[in-house]
């Protein structure tokens, strides 16, 4: 197996999610510049101008090329999975000065940049094993603009679900113009503290349009979006009819006593790419 | 309306200003965040190594990159205004900045600050890195590099008609943010 060449397209996939904007995103942005007017419809404007240059150009489109944060799906019968975190952190670091990404981590102690975008824990990878030999690695690269406005709700069971689509609406008409609307908002419903917030990342991989399977959860979805955008923060916060594109729930069951509630926020730039690597090491970037 | 300004603009230029107008500039702007507002607040006005009133500032931390000893801007959009809130109103006093560019607004303390020293803050497009670092022509200058890191340090810009910027907030009290609040 290659693994240098399995590192160069870890490098690529990063790449792809930094400069091209997936097409379920553009879609729903060009639906908002249909739809907006006056300073609205100027910031959509810069922003589809904006993914056009940095696609053409293979720039990363925004400055903040985020936390890098991997997705991972690792087949069982992979010959080589000893390797994967190595061959991730390294890529990481090789796309730094490659592409390049903003020196992004921090000792939160010391006040340092670690200078090649890792450091404890980061890049932030998340496994799952599923059957079968290849493995399937997404990159989201989170930018702390949004992150800032991630929420964590520990209600009291009583207040139902109407109590949770409060909290939701509430807190994203706080965050404002903070999160570069329009966002993509993440919701994980149930579990315990860590869990909601991470279903509500998790939530995240689901392009932008498509609805929940079940179809209560469905319909909540379809409710927050419209409450959401009802309150008119708009574009940018600036004022307007778009203040998200998607939300996306996902829920976990819960402790009697806990109803937790966990917001991750993604701004406007919803990065992600994909990747499939075979067991022979040969890899597709999509 | 729409304006296209020389930076450093005077003061009846920018009472000109209305919240909702659409502005350009040219000229020279420096980025500073948490840490360079933070350490700028802390030295001595005459010990810096450039006038921050003959710029705009930009809450931006760029990502750059060095070509033999010259650096470019590959992406450089606007960073969260509302970090530097507890900075502002002071920092707009000691160095006489008349025009702020960000994103996502400033609060009360800033907003009173823009009015008392006829200043505004603008808004361009969070995230559009790509086409805020098409509208730099040269960076005549960084500092601080070394101790803040590429994100905090202050870096000077050179900017030819940088916009669309959106005036959020004027020198007459007005906030557009405040306004969608209510």
């Given at each position: 197996?290659?693994f240098?060449?399995?590192?160069?397209?870890?490098?690529?996939?990063?790449?792809?999610?930094?400069?091209?904007?997936?097409?379920?995103?553009?879609?729903?942005?060009?639906?908002?510049?249909?739809?907006?007017?006056?300073?609205?419809?100027?910031?959509?404007?810069?922003?589809?101008?904006?993914?056009?240059?940095?696609?053409?150009?293979?720039?990363?489109?925004?400055?903040?090329?985020?936390?890098?944060?991997?997705?991972?799906?690792?087949?069982?019968?992979?010959?080589?999975?000893?390797?994967?975190?190595?061959?991730?952190?390294?890529?990481?670091?090789?796309a730094?000065?490659?592409?390049?990404?903003?020196?992004?981590?921090?000792?939160?102690?010391?006040?340092?940049?670690?200078?090649?975008?890792?450091?404890?824990?980061?890049?932030?990878?998340?496994?799952?094993?599923?059957?079968?030999?290849?493995?399937?690695?997404?990159?989201?690269?989170?930018?702390?603009?949004?992150?800032?406005?991630?929420?964590?709700?520990?209600?009291?069971?009583?207040?139902?679900?109407?109590?949770?689509?409060?909290?939701?609406?509430?807190?994203?008409?706080?965050?404002?113009?903070?999160?570069?609307?329009?966002?993509?908002?993440?919701?994980?419903?149930?579990?315990?503290?860590?869990?909601?917030?991470?279903l509500?990342?998790?939530?995240?991989?689901r392009p932008?349009?498509?609805?929940?399977?079940?179809?209560?959860?469905?319909?909540?979805?379809?409710?927050?979006?419209?409450?959401?955008?009802?309150?008119?923060?708009?574009?940018?916060?600036?004022?307007?009819?778009?203040?998200?594109?998607?939300?996306?729930?996902?829920?976990?069951?819960?402790?009697?006593?806990s109803?937790?509630?966990?917001?991750a926020?993604?701004?406007w730039?919803?990065?992600?790419?994909?990747?499939?690597?075979?067991?022979?090491?040969?890899?597709?970037?999509? | 309306?729409?304006?296209?300004?020389?930076?450093?603009?005077?003061?009846?230029?920018?009472?000109?200003?209305?919240?909702?107008?659409?502005?350009?500039?040219?000229?020279?702007?420096?980025?500073?965040?948490?840490?360079?507002?933070?350490?700028?607040?802390?030295?001595?006005?005459?010990?810096?190594?450039?006038?921050?009133?003959?710029?705009?500032?930009?809450?931006?931390?760029?990502?750059?990159?060095?070509?033999?000893?010259?650096?470019?801007?590959?992406?450089?959009?606007?960073?969260?205004?509302?970090?530097?809130?507890?900075?502002?109103?002071?920092?707009?006093?000691?160095?006489?900045i008349?025009?702020?560019?960000?994103?996502?607004?400033?609060?009360?303390?800033?907003?009173?600050?823009?009015?008392?020293?006829?200043?505004?803050?603008?808004?361009?497009?969070?995230?559009?890195?790509?086409?805020?670092?098409?509208?730099?022509?040269?960076?005549?200058?960084?500092?601080?590099?070394?101790?803040?890191?590429?994100?905090?340090?202050?870096?000077?810009?050179?900017?030819?008609?940088?916009?669309?910027?959106?005036?959020?907030?004027?020198?007459?009290?007005?906030?557009?943010?405040?306004?969608?609040?209510?």
């Amino acid at each position: 197996m290659n693994f240098d060449d399995i590192k160069h397209g870890i490098v690529l996939l990063i790449k792809k999610a930094e400069t091209e904007l997936p097409d379920d995103v553009v879609k729903a942005l060009k639906k908002a510049y249909e739809i907006e007017e006056g300073v609205a419809k100027i910031q959509i404007k810069a922003i589809l101008e904006n993914i056009d240059l940095a696609k053409k150009s293979q720039r990363p489109m925004c400055q903040d090329t985020g936390i890098q944060t991997f997705f991972v799906k690792v087949g069982v019968d992979f010959p080589n999975i000893n390797k994967l975190k190595d061959l991730i952190t390294d890529a990481v670091k090789k796309a730094t000065v490659e592409i390049p990404l903003r020196p992004n981590t921090v000792d939160p102690f010391k006040g340092d940049n670690h200078k090649d975008n890792t450091g404890d824990y980061i890049p932030y990878i998340t496994w799952d094993f599923v059957e079968g030999d290849k493995v399937f690695i997404t990159s989201l690269p989170k930018g702390g603009g949004s992150e800032n406005m991630s929420k964590l709700g520990m209600l009291k069971p009583g207040v139902g679900i109407e109590g949770v689509k409060d909290f939701v609406v509430n807190e994203m008409i706080n965050a404002a113009g903070n999160p570069c609307p329009p966002t993509i908002v993440g919701v994980g419903i149930g579990g315990g503290a860590d869990l909601a917030l991470k279903l509500g990342k998790k939530s995240l991989l689901r392009p932008v349009g498509i609805r929940h399977e079940d179809k209560t959860i469905a319909a909540m979805e379809e409710e927050l979006i419209k409450r959401i955008n009802d309150s008119g923060i708009g574009p940018m916060g600036l004022g307007g009819k778009t203040t998200v594109l998607d939300v996306h729930i996902e829920k976990a069951h819960r402790h009697p006593a806990s109803l937790p509630v966990g917001i991750a926020v993604q701004c406007w730039a919803d990065r992600r790419a994909h990747m499939v690597i075979n067991p022979d090491g040969s890899w597709e970037v999509k | 309306m729409e304006y296209h300004l020389d930076i450093p603009a005077g003061k009846d230029e920018i009472k000109k200003l209305k919240v909702g107008d659409i502005l350009y500039i040219t000229g020279k702007i420096f980025t500073a965040r948490d840490e360079a507002h933070h350490m700028m607040l802390e030295k001595d006005k005459d010990s810096l190594p450039f006038n921050p009133a003959e710029m705009a500032l930009f809450h931006c931390g760029p990502l750059m990159k060095k070509t033999g000893d010259k650096w470019q801007v590959v992406s450089a959009g606007p960073t969260t205004s509302s970090r530097m809130e507890i900075f502002e109103d002071e920092f707009i006093e000691k160095y006489g900045i008349n025009i702020i560019i960000g994103k996502g607004g400033m609060g009360n303390r800033t907003e009173k600050a823009l009015q008392k020293h006829i200043a505004v803050y603008t808004a361009y497009t969070g995230g559009a890195g790509a086409l805020a670092a098409d509208k730099v022509k040269d960076v005549p200058g960084v500092y601080w590099l070394d101790e803040l890191g590429m994100p905090e340090a202050a870096w000077i810009f050179e900017v030819k008609e940088f916009g669309p910027l959106i005036v959020a907030i004027d020198s007459h009290g007005k906030s557009i943010y405040r306004e969608l609040k209510k």
